[in-house]
């Protein structure tokens, strides 16, 4: 009987982060409690930093549970980020998304 093999911690949340739907945003701990990792938000960041070139996970949906862009504001990432989720409108102001209205689920 072939066994079939379990998702990595990785590959578990990177499946999450799929699910985020365009238009809206998750927090570091609501992707590693769905995911299954409890309270291992720190984690997520770095899964997300291992993604293969080319992937279509949308890593940029990934955000601080206050709202705020982790990455330094004015670095190449940041502005990436930023124009990714305001293209999706998704309002950033300040380096923040108002989570009450943007947060998935």
């Not at 955000?63 to 705020?68: D, E």
Request: hydrophobic share 40%; proline share 5%.
């Amino acid at each position: 009987m072939e066994h079939l093999e379990e998702p990595n911690k990785d590959q578990k949340i990177w499946q999450v982060v799929m699910a985020i739907p365009a238009g809206k945003v998750a927090s570091y701990g609501q992707v590693a409690q769905m995911a299954g990792l409890g309270r291992q938000a720190r984690y997520i960041g770095r899964a997300l930093g291992k993604l293969p070139e080319g992937h279509a996970v949308p890593w940029y949906r990934v955000i601080r549970s206050n709202g705020q862009i982790a990455f330094p504001e004015g670095s190449e990432i940041y502005r990436e980020q930023v124009s990714r989720l305001e293209a999706e409108g998704v309002e950033v102001v300040n380096s923040r998304v108002a989570m009450r209205r943007f947060r998935w689920q």
